[in-house]
């Protein structure tokens, strides 16, 4: 089986822990093939640590590195384009708009059995100052049998309405929330999709 998951960035944080101790479970399952995309890039110390994971394959979204990256981060001459173009499209047309368009712009893999969106999209402050797009890109850019999309949060919290999970989660297969709450919480947000919605604790690393 072969697993594409997306993740925002590689930094410290819940999500990152979680997906650690993931990668470590699925890491002594010799049938499992992991890939790791991420949409903001990684240091060559981040790069070595994820390569101990057991994943094989590491990918960076050029286009969502530019627009998330200050201009004093960009690399040459294309990144610092991008970085304006997308910058004054998004405080025209919005954030959510901006990151659509780039990932439509963006390479497409496939050949996955499955597509997994790790980091939920955050909606706190409407479509214009929506911050994320790894349910855009699992939906828009990965061919995958099967397509998941991870919600780490409570859903009210994030800004999620009936409309927003119709039009963003209503394509994926699963959504997977991290507690029975989380779960509550989204079908009744949007009870249409209440029998795609299921929980999956985070997993602890014992060993720690």
């Known amino acids: 089986m072969k697993i594409l998951f997306i993740n925002m960035h590689f930094n410290m944080g819940g999500i990152k822990k979680s997906l650690v101790n993931l990668f470590d479970l699925l890491k002594s399952q010799k049938d499992i093939e992991v890939d790791l995309l991420l949409l903001i890039g990684v240091s060559q110390s981040t790069k070595s640590e994820i390569k101990k994971m057991g994943v094989s394959n590491l990918f960076v979204c050029r286009g969502m590195n530019a627009f998330y990256s200050s201009i004093k981060d960009q690399k040459n001459i294309i990144d610092l384009t991008k970085k304006i173009y997308w910058g004054l499209y998004s405080r025209v047309f919005g954030r959510e708009q901006a990151i659509r368009n780039i990932i439509r712009h963006s390479p ?91 929980v999956f604790y985070n997993l602890c690393n014992v060993k720690a």
């Not at 706190?124 to 397509?147: H, M, N, P, Q």
């Not at 780490?152 to 994030?158: A, V």
């Not at 994926?172 to 919480?185: A, L, P, R």
């Open 108 to 198: 497409q893999y496939s050949g996955y059995d499955v597509v997994i969106s790790y980091t939920n999209g955050i909606w706190t402050k409407g479509t214009r100052k929506f911050s994320g797009g790894c349910e855009f890109y699992a939906l828009d850019r990965v061919d995958a049998k099967r397509k998941l999309a991870w919600i780490h949060s409570n859903p009210f919290n994030l800004g999620f309405t009936k409309e927003i999970c119709e039009q963003v989660y209503g394509d994926f297969d699963t959504v997977v929330n991290v507690s029975k709450g989380c779960k509550e919480i989204f079908d009744n947000i949007c009870p249409s999709l209440s029998l795609k919605s299921k």
